[in-house]
């Protein structure tokens, strides 16, 4: 085991956060009772807004960045883990409250982990990841929700060339929905199709401000925008249909009425990935393992080393990022 390894720390310098490189020792890390070597991690808007400094994402400094990591186990004081066992890590306040993935080596409490499944290899899920899982999340609450598996009307997905809406297509798709994407960026128009959709609607369109009712259009929705995008949504979705919403790229605000809701019946459903109980990964993860093409997710995959992560960062919060990117944090 290797004395001195890298990682991206998040650390205060006047006043604000900024992200680099440092050397640390297994004595630098948390007390926590599993140490884990880290192989991959992966990057999601939430590690754009912590890394590029962007978005006050980490509530305490020093803080190793990264809100996934996937690895395997080298020592643990808990029953439930043991060496060489192979483990995923999505959330739990991880580069928020926590140390989190984009490093060799992390300690983490058991209670965080969830094994690997074996449909899956270590690069797979981060290639997945929180954004991958999100989405998995985002179709079990809509199908719980029951108004829409056997409907045959469009389900629109939003931010739809991100991490989030690639893997919701894909899903979608697999599992017969007729998939609508909503993006600004034409060039990724063949991208999507390749994933599944078979509609497309400007993002500008969604953008611009709306009536509190309009034309039903949806019988559910993936929403990672937020704002005023998502009351288009909500205002465009018919009668006891459902929009999962689990982001805010384009903002935490929600400039709607509550006549959807009480008109037509719409239901607006949260989706809360980082502290989800192992009951709901556990289906999501299922959801994934069921459903999710392995050709169209290295489609939409591509490998990056830990070293490019500052350049990474500044893109997808610029909306550069197409798809998903996986963290080689051994590079």
Same mark, same amino acid.
């Given at each position: 085991?290797?004395?001195?390894?890298?990682?991206?720390?998040?650390?205060?310098?006047?006043?604000?956060?900024?992200?680099?490189?440092?050397?640390? *020792?297994?004595?630098?890390?948390?007390?926590?009772?599993?140490?884990?070597?880290?192989?991959?991690?992966?990057?999601?808007?939430?590690?754009?807004?912590?890394?590029?400094?962007?978005?006050?994402?980490?509530?305490?400094?020093?803080?190793?960045?990264?809100?996934?990591?996937?690895?395997?186990?080298?020592?643990?004081?808990?029953?439930?883990?043991?060496?060489?066992?192979?483990?995923?890590?999505?959330?739990?306040?991880?580069?928020?409250?926590?140390?989190?993935?984009?490093?060799?080596?992390?300690?983490?409490?058991?209670?965080?982990?969830?094994?690997?499944?074996?449909?899956?290899?270590?690069?797979?899920?981060?290639?997945?990841?929180?954004?991958?899982?999100?989405?998995?999340?985002?179709?079990?609450?809509?199908?719980?929700?029951?108004?829409?598996?056997?409907?045959?009307?469009?389900?629109?997905?939003?931010?739809?060339?991100?991490?989030?809406?690639?893997?919701?297509?894909?899903?979608?798709?697999?599992?017969?929905?007729?998939?609508?994407?909503?993006?600004?960026?034409?060039?990724?128009?063949?991208?999507?199709?390749?994933?599944?959709?078979?509609?497309?609607?400007?993002?500008?369109?969604?953008?611009?401000?709306?009536?509190?009712?309009?034309?039903?259009?949806?019988?559910?929705?993936?929403?990672?925008?937020?704002?005023?995008?998502?009351?288009?949504?909500?205002?465009?979705?018919?009668?006891?249909?459902?929009?999962?919403?689990?982001?805010?790229?384009?903002?935490?605000?929600?400039?709607?009425?509550?006549?959807?809701?009480?008109?037509?019946?719409?239901?607006?459903?949260?989706?809360?990935?980082?502290?989800?109980?192992?009951?709901?990964?556990?289906?999501?993860?299922?959801?994934?393992?069921?459903?999710?093409?392995?050709?169209?997710?290295?489609?939409?995959? *591509?490998?990056?080393?830990?070293?490019?992560?500052?350049?990474?960062?500044?893109?997808?919060?610029?909306?550069?990022?197409?798809?998903?990117?996986?963290?080689?944090?051994?590079?």
């Amino acid at each position: 085991m290797t004395e001195h390894f890298r990682a991206l720390v998040i650390d205060d310098s006047d006043g604000k956060p900024v992200a680099g490189f440092r050397d640390l *020792t297994l004595a630098d890390l948390p007390n926590h009772d599993v140490l884990v070597e880290v192989l991959f991690s992966t990057l999601n808007y939430k590690d754009g807004l912590a890394v590029s400094g962007k978005g006050r994402i980490a509530r305490r400094l020093p803080m190793v960045a990264g809100v996934d990591l996937a690895g395997i186990v080298v020592e643990s004081r808990n029953p439930d883990w043991k060496p060489d066992d192979k483990v995923v890590v999505n959330g739990w306040g991880m580069s928020e409250t926590e140390w989190g993935g984009y490093t060799r080596f992390q300690r983490l409490k058991p209670e965080w982990l969830t094994r690997l499944p074996e449909t899956f290899t270590l690069e797979e899920s981060m290639a997945i990841g929180t954004a991958g899982y999100t989405a998995a999340l985002a179709i079990e609450a809509l199908e719980a929700w029951g108004k829409i598996k056997s409907d045959k009307r469009e389900i629109l997905v939003t931010g739809a060339a991100g991490g989030v809406g690639s893997v919701a297509i894909s899903l979608l798709a697999a599992r017969g929905y007729k998939v609508t994407a909503s993006t600004g960026r034409p060039e990724t128009l063949t991208y999507l199709s390749g994933l599944g959709a078979t509609g497309f609607v400007d993002r500008a369109e969604l953008a611009a401000k709306g009536g509190a009712l309009q034309k039903e259009r949806w019988v559910g929705a993936i929403d990672s925008v937020g704002s005023t995008t998502l009351a288009n949504v909500l205002a465009q979705t018919f009668q006891s249909g459902a929009v999962a919403a689990c982001g805010l790229a384009g903002g935490a605000d929600l400039p709607a009425t509550v006549m959807p809701h009480i008109l037509r019946g719409v239901a607006l459903l949260g989706i809360n990935s980082v502290t989800a109980p192992h009951a709901e990964r556990d289906r999501a993860w299922a959801i994934l393992a069921e459903s999710l093409d392995r050709q169209r997710l290295a489609a939409m995959t *591509t490998i990056e080393p830990l070293s490019n992560l500052p350049q990474l960062a500044e893109d997808i919060v610029a909306g550069k990022i197409r798809g998903r990117v996986v963290v080689d944090v051994t590079k």
